[in-house]
């Protein structure tokens, strides 16, 4: 049902920042979680950031605290990941996710994946 276009990756040094945005369409937000998921290569693909539409309830993962910011714009039915003092392991294909569901206290992507943008950060 919903698409979900991500962009603003790019390749920063150490310690820089990246402001990350995903565009979503084909459904209202009201209701949702949306959130970002990276993957490495060679991992499996993890929780970075979440952020529930109505409220503005932000969660974030441990490795990211202090460092990222999830961010939304109601209007453009867009969020955004503001990244801060990058660090090489950041280094990843970042994926938005616009329906988030929480199982077991964990969160569980529903919606569908679009192409991700990568991130590479250099030391």
């Known amino acids: 049902q919903v698409q979900v276009v991500e962009s603003g990756g790019g390749l920063v040094q150490a310690g820089g920042s990246l402001r990350l945005s995903c565009a979503a369409a084909?459904?209202?937000?009201?209701?949702?979680?949306v959130g970002w998921f990276r993957q490495a290569p060679g991992k499996e693909r993890e929780f970075v950031a979440r952020i529930r539409w109505s409220s503005g309830t932000k969660y974030y993962a441990d490795f990211v605290k202090g460092r990222f910011t999830i961010s939304k714009d109601n209007a453009k039915n867009t969020v955004y990941l503001q990244m801060n003092s990058l660090k090489p392991e950041d280094t990843a294909v970042y994926y938005c996710n616009a329906d988030i569901k929480i199982v077991d206290g964990g969160p569980v992507a529903s919606g569908s994946w679009g192409q991700g943008t990568q991130v590479t950060v250099s030391s």
């Open positions: 084909g459904r209202t937000l009201s209701s949702a979680i």
